[in-house]
């Protein structure tokens, strides 16, 4: 157990982004400067909500990843998947509690109701996702986008409804990108008897994620973002279109693969980063 194994099995990139999206959604719908400074409250409770099911995920992929993927902290031993599970619990405690804070506060239903269907959406894709096709892939996309509504509904109808377009396409976006990580992992996948989103559609994989990726580009003009912002955001959808198209595997493939996949992930952060700063 070392310090190092919990920093890398917390996944700092994803805890980073939850954190500025959150805090984005919130300054671009208003939500904020409506609700502040209990709206800290909001956002903790989605920060802790996406720690919880991140260290979730690591230990209930630990099988697969003992296989495929040796490299990560639990396989290597680096932190106790025990202690990890336990920090969940704990994680997923405090989510539940820092909710109940905000209903008492507010007595939103509204964002209750938002909290409640992230969390069990959450947790089905963490536990059932990899088995269940389709669905599992939706699942995933939808705590995504129902944990932009609950930041945004913090400020009250108007902002949720300027955030509803957003929460969205982001959603699509969500699926997109998990579709397009399961292609690349399909092999694996199938020989360990998965069922994916990819491994249910197969063959035509590319083409749906081609496909979506194209309805991300124009679809971000109608979203009101700043203009930068909606800019950054459409780069991530080429730099998706371009991992799905992609030469046939080859000894550089994976290289590529992760190259451009990071890449997408920073861009999303400075594209979180430019909506809170408005530009």
Not at 76 to 83: A, E, F, G, S, T
Not at 198 to 209: H, L
Request: aromatic share 14%.
């Amino acid at each position: 157990m070392s310090i190092k194994g919990w920093f890398l099995v917390s996944r700092p990139p994803l805890l980073v982004l939850g954190f500025v999206a959150s805090l984005a959604v919130a300054l671009w719908s208003g939500a904020y400067q409506a609700y502040y400074p209990f709206i800290w409250l909001y956002i903790a409770a989605v920060f802790t909500a996406n720690w919880s099911l991140d260290l979730f995920n690591e230990v209930n992929d630990l099988h697969l990843d003992c296989k495929f993927k040796p490299w990560k902290p639990l396989p290597r031993r680096l932190v106790d998947p025990i202690h990890v599970h336990g920090f969940a619990i704990i994680l997923f405690g405090l989510t539940i509690g820092l909710i109940g804070v905000l209903m008492f506060l507010n007595g939103s239903w509204i964002s209750f109701a938002l909290a409640s269907a992230a969390l069990l959406t959450g947790i089905y894709y963490n536990f059932y996702g990899k088995s269940s096709g389709i669905l599992g892939n939706t699942a995933l996309a939808g705590t995504y986008g129902l944990a932009v509504l609950f930041i945004a509904s913090a400020g009250g109808v108007e902002c949720f409804m300027r955030a509803l377009p957003f929460a969205v396409w982001f959603a699509v976006w969500t699926w997109t990108d998990n579709l397009i990580v399961q292609w690349q992992d399909i092999e694996g996948d199938t020989a360990y008897g998965l069922k994916t989103a990819a491994v249910a559609i197969g063959k035509y994989t590319p083409n749906v994620a081609l496909l979506l990726s194209l309805c991300l580009l124009p679809t971000i003009l109608l979203l009101s973002l700043p203009p930068v912002t909606a800019f950054i955001f459409s780069l991530t959808a080429l730099f998706m279109m371009f991992s799905v198209i992609l030469p046939n595997p080859d000894n550089k493939q994976e290289t590529i693969e992760v190259l451009v996949r990071k890449l997408v992930r920073s861009l999303l952060i400075v594209a979180f980063v430019l909506m809170a700063l408005g530009l």
